[in-house]
């Protein structure tokens, strides 16, 4: 099996699967919908008290094993493989709407780099998303192919450093502009009254799995890949520190811009694509801020894209035996088809499910409810059902972390993870 060239790309991967369009587009907008700052609080809760410590145990699952997502549940019996297979569905449904949002990323980009304005619902409704989805679909296929070391190491290695320049330097910008302090404030005050909402808890524990991409076994398979002497409770902090600090730099460049702008904050969905296109529009040089922040934008998403299409590679190669290409080619097939709807859903053919539109509906389904109850799979297999001591055999920590970290990851997380499943099944 191929290993992490050096530690260094592993924490770099891992990075690039948490950083993303959840960081970019979706925190800001969550933060906006669910009133500014108060949100915060339960976010860093749910970030360092559930996130973080099933990261963990997913790295030592990953390394103590060293086996694809579906052969680790196969670790508790071989029926508990179907449970891993189902984990790769829920995160290929969430990858065929994932990619036809860094699409759109990637068309923004053309029409910024070209200058030319191109309204949101003109675009979509259009057949053109269909086509980026499919370079989407294709370049992210295309890397994976490449393998470990070939392909994703080398694009991380690019992609993040890129990236964390460019989101630096929007900032140092933003900074200066007068809708700085009122954005702050917006973003960062807190209105207390908002905690009493569960759907705001929910809301924000929800955000803080996909944010990490933790839960999903992404990191199972990527800690397959770990060198036996790194640590890693020291890189799951590093990987925390950067997604969230990758997460505060978009919220902060975002609300100055709107502010200065006098634009809508709870915008929602169209946050990144009407309402920031319209600040560069009036801004002095804005084209070059606007092909900025969808180049950050498109990097960000396709190193999580990567990390999504992986597993699900990993886990195809390991069970059925089939080449790395061959395992890459099926799931490209299987994205198109996927993925398609969505990439149609807001086109003038009007998709709708329910009433909904699919892509909504995907966000909505796989993208929230089925997280939560992956990881609630997760959990539960690997601290309940198989009962070698891999947390700590993998993780070197003070006899107290230990303690604390397996309290955690027994009882705390798969109890906070049942209620908010129950709580978002009940209020379907
Ligand atoms: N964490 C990624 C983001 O913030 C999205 C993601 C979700 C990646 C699930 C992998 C798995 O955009």
Redesign the pocket.
Known sequence: MERWSSRLVFVLAAIG???????????PMVVGQNGGGAYLIPYFLAVVCLAVPLMILEMAVGRHWRRNLVASFGRAGKRFEIVGWLICLI?LL??SY?LVIMGWTLAYLLFSLLGSTVTFSSFTSSLEPLAYFLISVLATGLIVSLGVNMGIERIVSIMIPFAFLILVALVLFCVSLPGFHPGMDFFIQPDYSMLRRPDVWSAAIGQAF????VG?G?LITYGAHLEDDMDIPQSALIITFS?LLAAMLAGIAIFSLVFTFGLEPAAGAELAFTTLPRAFELMPYGQIFSVAFFALLFS??LT??I??MEMNVAAIMGQTKSSRKRASILLMILLVALGTPSALSYSSLDLRFFGSRILDLMDVSV?TIG?PIAALLVAITFRWLIDDDVLAGQVHLSERWLRTLSILTKYVIPAALLLITAAMIMEL
């Open positions: 699967s948490a950083v993303g369009i959840g960081n970019i587009w979706r925190f995160v969430i990858l994932y996909f944010s990490l991409s999903m992404i997604d960000a998403a999580s894209s990390s999504m993208g997280l």
